[in-house]
């Protein structure tokens, strides 16, 4: 069973940095598509950007307003995917799910989910 | 950017009743490139349907998915008491960004 380990949340002051880590298990990740999904509290979920696989071209796409801040990388041989996140801000408090991409012609959809892991930004 | 609007915000029902929620796109969305998700309080959300209608691996033929172009449905046609969560749409076309629904919370009467 395809497993996703979030780690290296926590407290960090506004204009700070932070990297999150996902572990997987299971499954080769240098093979999969993977995605960051993010939540802040009490709010819907919100979408932060997909990696593809390097066969696949390793393209990086985020969304808009948090392109130029936040970076996704992966370490295949590892087998951890990165969330790198610059210049923080109150309102990127929220959970950070590490998921992956059921790959179907151009696409997928976000088929596993990990536990997610909780990033507090305040001073 | 696809703007993705569902509806209700909240839907209150009794066990067995049918549930019908809505996911409206800005425009129209190719090869039906939607998926619904739930969400239990305190857990992450887990895949229900993907393609409009294709129902994920262990997920109970209570729950189907419709639609297509901008107007897509999710219907639970036997509300149980454990499907009490909100749920999600998302459109993953082939070029993001992608987006999500602002989500329809279910609760039992």
């Known amino acids: 069973e395809v497993q996703l380990a979030e780690s290296g949340g926590g407290l960090v002051r506004p204009g700070g940095s932070l990297r999150l880590s996902c572990t997987a298990s299971?499954?080769?990740?240098?093979?999969?598509?993977m995605s960051w999904v993010r939540q802040a509290p009490g709010k819907g979920l919100e979408w932060v950007g997909r990696?593809?696989?390097?066969?696949?071209?390793?393209?990086?796409d985020y969304a808009a307003p948090l392109k130029g801040r936040f970076t996704i990388a992966r370490d295949d041989s590892k087998n951890i995917l990165y969330l790198q996140m610059n210049s923080l801000k109150t309102e990127d408090t929220a959970v950070y799910y590490c998921?992956?991409?059921?790959?179907?012609?151009?696409?997928?959809?976000?088929?596993?989910w990990g536990q997610g892991t909780l990033v507090t930004v305040s001073s | 950017e696809i703007v993705l609007t569902q509806s209700p915000g909240t839907l209150s029902l009794s066990p067995g009743e049918r549930a019908t929620l809505s996911c409206r796109a800005s425009?129209?969305?190719?090869?039906?490139?939607i998926a619904w998700y739930q969400q239990k309080p305190g857990q992450a959300p887990r895949l229900l349907v993907y393609?409009?209608?294709n129902r994920a691996t262990g997920i109970p033929d209570r729950f189907s998915g419709s639609g297509s172009a901008t107007d897509f449905i999710l219907t639970i046609s036997r509300l149980e008491p454990e499907d009490i969560a909100v749920y999600y749409c998302?459109?993953?076309?082939?070029?993001?960004?992608?987006?999500f629904g602002q989500g329809t919370k279910v609760e039992i009467k």
């Open positions: 998921t992956m991409i059921h790959y179907e012609i151009l696409t997928g959809y976000l088929v596993s």
């Open positions: 299971a499954f080769t990740l240098s093979n999969a598509w």
């Open positions: 990696i593809k696989s390097k066969s696949d071209g390793g393209t990086i």
């Open positions: 425009q129209s969305i190719s090869t039906s490139y």
């Open positions: 393609g409009a209608s």
């Open positions: 998302q459109q993953y076309g082939n070029s993001p960004p992608w987006t």
